[in-house]
């Protein structure tokens, strides 16, 4: 069996995860929003609120991840 090299994902490939965690993001933020109306435990909001900002900051990692290899392609192409 011949090892296989690991790839760092590609444009489309991230894109693909941000929408998905933009998606999972909407539903944390609906589920807020549906906890907060019931005037329900504050333990669980604030559970849900962690999770979502985890999402949030993952979004960001890969957005200065994309933007990172961008810059690195655009010096390397004025080379």
Not at 53 to 64: F, G, N, V
Request: with cysteine; hydrophobic share 40%.
């Amino acid at each position: 069996m011949q090892a296989r090299k690991a790839r760092k994902p590609g444009p489309i490939e991230k894109n693909e995860e941000i929408e998905r965690l933009y998606l999972e993001l909407a539903s944390f933020n609906q589920r807020i929003q549906e906890l907060e109306k019931q005037h329900l435990e504050a333990s669980t909001i604030e559970a849900l609120k962690a999770s979502a900002l985890t999402l949030a900051r993952q979004i960001d990692e890969i957005c200065c991840s994309a933007a990172s290899t961008a810059n690195e392609l655009t010096r390397l192409l004025a080379k």
